[in-house]
């Protein structure tokens, strides 16, 4: 990835004016549409097209393509990647996440050979359970960062605009939120599909959060097959099941109906029984 696309991200990323700003976000999807990749493989999530491409990762170099889901593991699945293929090094953020401008690019930016070639790639990513999954977002981004939105994020408009004090909202609160408009506000607990820019049967591997352990060596021995150490390194893999244990203490009956019917294609998709609660 080049300094001039980092630099346009960021440019997009920030308050210049809405006028000029929608103007470049269509330039860029329309860059981005027009690429061998998206060409062969029209993207057909509800996600902007340039944010999905954003989250597809792709290591021409090792033949690697892989998505970067949010409340996935995903900090420790970009250090492994960093610490597999750099040797450790840390790349400049873009984004919220270390991310390397030298080997990783976006499916975006393939060649048509490399695209031509794409049965050749290893393609993975890890799934999680949608019901933890949700309640780590709720737990990460809501309860700790409540007090600190600004007035006119959707969760204060609903929740808190009147008050400077106002507590966050409980889970099942949340979860009414999340049903009433709020389930693609924010990418940590948008339904997982949507980040896929492959129908689900084209990856090699669907790894899962809760077997880790079991599922990553196995993709590390198909990408990396020197490596000796084939376990996740990073911030999330000490405590990346957490969610799960906390289940009890958050959901009601009503709470789980309402994930369960939100989150449904999600369940389907990666293999998840929303009646195993």
Same mark, same amino acid.
């Given at each position: ?8 991200? %960021?440019?997009? %990323? ?8 929608? /103007? ?5 999807? /329309? ?12 993207? =057909?999530? $509800?996600? =902007? ?12 170099? #090792? ?8 409340? =996935?593991? @995903? ?7 960093? @610490? ?21 690019? =976006?499916? *975006? ?19 999680? @359970?949608?019901?933890?999954? $949700?309640?780590?977002?709720?737990? *990460? ?8 939105? /600004? &007035?006119? #994020? ?7 605009? #009147? ?47 809760? $077997?880790?352990?079991? +599922? ?5 021995? %198909? ?20 969610? %799960? *244990? ?6 009601? +009956?009503? *709470? ?16 998840? +029984? &929303? @009646?195993?609660?």
């Amino acid at each position: 990835m080049s300094y001039f696309r980092y630099a346009k991200q %960021q440019f997009l %990323q920030k308050g210049y004016p809405e006028g000029l700003r929608r /103007k470049l976000l269509s330039l860029e999807e /329309k860059r981005i549409a027009a690429s061998p990749f998206y060409k062969r493989h029209p993207y =057909n999530g $509800t996600m =902007n097209l340039r944010d999905a491409d954003l989250r597809c990762v792709v290591i021409p170099e #090792h033949k690697v393509l892989y998505h970067r889901i949010p409340k =996935n593991a @995903n900090s420790s699945l970009v250090s492994t990647m960093l @610490n597999i293929f750099e040797g450790g090094e840390l790349a400049e953020r873009i984004e919220d996440k270390r991310y390397s401008k030298k080997v990783i690019q =976006n499916a *975006s930016e393939l060649s048509l050979s490399d695209v031509e070639s794409l049965d050749s790639f290893t393609k993975f990513l890890i799934a999680r @359970n949608p019901y933890d999954r $949700t309640l780590s977002a709720y737990l *990460s981004k809501v309860i700790k960062r409540f007090p600190k939105l /600004k &007035p006119e #994020h959707p969760l204060k408009q609903t929740f808190g605009v #009147h008050r400077d004090d106002a507590p966050p909202p409980d889970f099942e609160s949340f979860c009414r939120y999340l049903a009433e408009g709020g389930l693609r506000v924010d990418r940590h607990w948008r339904p997982q599909h949507d980040y896929l820019v492959l129908p689900i049967a084209c990856y090699d591997f669907v790894a899962r959060l809760e $077997t880790i352990d079991l +599922d990553f060596p196995r993709i590390v021995a %198909q990408i990396a097959p020197w490596r000796e150490n084939r376990t996740l390194v990073g911030e999330d893999a000490p405590h990346r099941t957490s969610a %799960q *244990s906390k289940r009890a203490q958050y959901y009601s +009956d009503r *709470s789980y109906a309402i994930v369960a019917e939100l989150f449904a294609r999600d369940f389907e998709t990666f293999g998840y +029984d &929303p @009646n195993e609660r």
